[in-house]
């Protein structure tokens, strides 16, 4: 809902909620971040979850994300939250094309997430993205502490060879 209302909007928006959501266009589209939680208190951290316009060219998609954890950092976020699947299209048809190798390498997508993690000093979960391991395709998402280490890396059970239909 809030992606179909973000392309929507003609420029930036804030909700009627105060720093709920905040919208701005960019070079490769909209860029959403939520804060949920104000850094005033010491007892909470600033947390923004980021909502992108995926496109079927990886490397804007790689700069549209870059952007959107770089402007939750700038707006004092300290942990970061990318959507499913943030690197490509959602569709079967898509994961085998911009799976990447996480372990052995290379991984663009990954790569980028460790250093922007590192450079906008934030802890990073970097949503999903398509992997392939021993041949296999998996939905695996990244964690990135701020000084860009990989803390932990979670593959989702569940199958892409699936469809429903509707």
Request: charged share 25%; with cysteine; glycine share 8%.
């Amino acid at each position: 809902m809030l992606a179909g209302l973000a392309r929507r909007a003609p420029s930036c928006f804030t909700s009627s909620l105060p720093r709920l959501l905040r919208c701005k266009q960019s070079r490769a589209g909209t860029l959403c971040t939520r804060a949920m939680a104000e850094a005033e208190d010491p007892g909470k951290v600033k947390v923004a979850l980021c909502q992108l316009h995926v496109t079927v060219d990886k490397q804007e998609n790689l700069a549209t994300a870059k952007a959107a954890i770089e402007d939750a950092a700038r707006n004092g976020a300290k942990l970061v939250v990318l959507p499913e699947m943030w690197n490509c299209p959602y569709s079967n048809d898509s994961f085998p094309t911009y799976a990447e190798d996480i372990d052995n390498g290379p991984s663009p997508s990954t790569d980028m997430l460790g250093a922007a993690a590192k450079a906008a000093g934030v802890t990073l979960v970097g949503g999903s993205v398509p992997e392939r391991c021993d041949g296999k395709l998996y939905n695996t998402c990244c964690v990135f502490d701020h000084t860009g280490k990989l803390l932990a890396k979670h593959r989702k059970v569940h199958l892409f060879d699936i469809d429903i239909p509707g």
